[in-house]
């Protein structure tokens, strides 16, 4: 099923067929950048890093509308719509119904395996973003003048926390400069300072 079928499709197998495709492809990607220890976050802003031993707690990795999660979401409600509409030819209405049915089913399902593969990791201590607070990090992502950017602090305990961060001095800091933590702007937020 290729550029044949998508040609001679109607606009519905289209539609289908482009949620499968790239609904696949990002889904693909997404993990990759997981096990290489890339932007998996499941934040929805869509952050969505699995970082368990980067910072992550597991109320944010049971967020259902994580970037994982719709991922998966676009990626089944492609192929099952495609399987039925398609292959089974159960019509229009009746195909997107259960293309959408498994779609949810498959965010549901991505959302608590994150859950439990949160629960499968150890934590350690009890995180509290105050205890960054003097402490040095690698900028992981740009800071901007103004804006966020990501930082990596490693805690006493030995894991490493990704944090947003913005510039406390209001400066452009790059990638991989070590920064000071200065101060806690919100749960999930650091104020960092360029280290001389």
Request: aromatic content about 12%; hydrophobic content about 50%.
């Amino acid at each position: 099923m290729g550029l044949d079928f998508f040609e001679s499709a109607d606009a519905l197998g289209r539609i289908f067929y482009v949620f499968a495709i790239f609904g696949t492809v990002f889904f693909l990607i997404r993990t990759a950048m997981m096990f290489i220890g890339g932007d998996g976050e499941m934040d929805i802003d869509m952050d969505g890093a699995g970082d368990a031993d980067v910072g992550m707690d597991s109320d944010v990795a049971f967020q259902f509308f994580s970037l994982n999660s719709l991922t998966a979401f676009f990626m089944m409600f492609g192929w099952s719509g495609l399987t039925s509409y398609v292959q089974f030819e159960l019509g229009a209405a009746i195909s997107i119904v259960i293309a959408f049915v498994v779609g949810v089913l498959a965010m549901l399902f991505v959302a608590w395996l994150f859950k439990m593969a949160m629960k499968l990791t150890s934590k350690g201590d009890d995180f509290k973003i105050s205890d960054t607070l003097g402490m040095t990090g690698s900028v992981y992502q740009q800071i901007p003048e103004e804006g966020l950017g990501k930082v990596n602090v490693s805690m006493p305990n030995g894991i490493l926390r990704e944090l947003h961060a913005v510039s406390e001095d209001k400066v452009q800091i790059e990638s991989f400069k070590t920064v000071k933590v200065v101060r806690v702007v919100d749960t999930k937020t650091i104020a960092v300072r360029l280290e001389k």
